[in-house]
């Protein structure tokens, strides 16, 4: 047995632009031995990194070669009983995601039936009722071609995943882009683990999270952070509260066998009193304000944060205002994740 880890970036993150992302952090720190099993690892850079970046950016052109050469990564790689690690940001979030939907509609192929990979993905991406995962047609296809019916995905952590790309409206309306959103909102069936670090305080409209459903029986854990979108997925030099929400999903995955290199852990600092950022900036300037649900566990850290008040916190956040009036300003009314 191995572990295949699959870490996959935000648009226009790459491994050069200087403050890593904590999927960056994540896929640097992974131990390539631990406890004698090999720990493999695949790294994507985000959609819009090469000199399409803008194109990338704005319509979400290329994301499915990231989906696809993350899976091609597992065939070329995968044996029976190897455990699947997948975390993403932002975009990478609906790349790791769609990569799991992917891998539950067709299967993972049989190395020798790589070649089948493009097919394989437009079965899933343009899938219709007749060839969703129970139906005939994914049923024969996975029969014929895949290492077998269902292949589980051991762990899926990602940080505020957006439905829509973050495409702003008017641009993938136009585009054609709503082929690229989620075809369901439900975790699959083979996953066996979902965290999902989530923004409390992104505030544009078209960055709206796209929460995994309830599902009972389900192991799955969408925990609310401070900070706007990249304050939570990484990128900025100041780190503290992105890396409140890599800490929460490193351990998280570390519960379930993954393991890290020590050294490079501690170079990650939790700082729920750091600096915030504001994202709202270019065409998004011209979009209309949107005040996220908070709907769900909020982090120790988001109540340590309101209540030392850095930078003038108890003001600026819509949303944490409102779910405190919610509940008559009590905090013990409020589920804390630790």
């Not at 394989?120 to 014929?144: C, D, E, G, I, W």
């Not at 796209?210 to 925990?223: E, N």
């Not at 504001?278 to 120790?300: Q, T």
Request: charged residues 25%.
């Amino acid at each position: 047995m191995k572990r295949i880890v699959i870490c996959a970036d935000g648009t226009w993150n790459s491994p050069e632009q200087g403050a890593a992302t904590n999927v960056l952090k994540i896929a640097r720190a992974v131990r390539p031995q631990a406890s004698g099993i090999e720990q493999i690892c695949f790294y994507d850079w985000g959609v819009g990194t090469d000199r399409k970046k803008i194109a990338g950016g704005i319509s979400g052109a290329g994301i499915d070669k990231n989906i696809m050469d993350c899976y091609r990564f597992i065939v070329h790689n995968y044996d029976p009983n190897d455990q699947l690690f997948f975390f993403g940001f932002s975009r990478g979030a609906y790349t790791v995601r769609s990569l799991a939907g992917f891998i539950r509609n067709c299967g993972l192929l049989k190395r020798e039936h790589a070649d089948k990979i493009p097919e394989a993905f437009l079965l899933y991406r343009k899938r219709t009722k007749s060839s969703s995962p129970n139906q005939a047609t994914a049923v024969q296809f996975r029969k014929n071609y895949a290492v077998a019916d269902l292949t589980p995905i051991e762990f899926v952590g990602v940080w505020d995943t957006v439905g829509a790309l973050g495409i702003p409206v008017p641009f993938w309306g136009t585009l054609g882009e709503r082929e690229f959103l989620f075809h369901d909102t439900e975790p699959s069936k083979i996953i066996q683990h979902a965290r999902h670090a989530v923004s409390i305080d992104e505030n544009r409209e078209d960055f709206e999270p796209a929460l995994w459903s309830k599902k009972p029986g389900f192991d799955i854990k969408q925990v609310w952070f401070a900070g706007v979108h990249s304050d939570i997925g990484g990128g900025y030099k100041e780190s503290g509260l992105s890396d409140c929400a890599n800490d929460w999903i490193i351990k998280q995955a570390s519960s379930f066998g993954l393991e890290f290199e020590p050294h490079l852990l501690n170079a990650i600092k939790p700082d729920p009193l750091d600096k915030a950022h504001d994202e709202r900036k270019g065409i998004y300037l011209a979009r209309k304000n949107f005040v996220r649900k908070v709907n769900g566990p909020v982090h120790i850290s988001v109540k340590q944060r309101w209540d030392q008040n850095p930078y003038n916190y108890q003001n600026k956040s819509k949303a944490l205002s409102e779910l405190l009036t919610s509940v008559n300003q009590v905090w013990s009314n409020v589920e804390l994740e630790d």
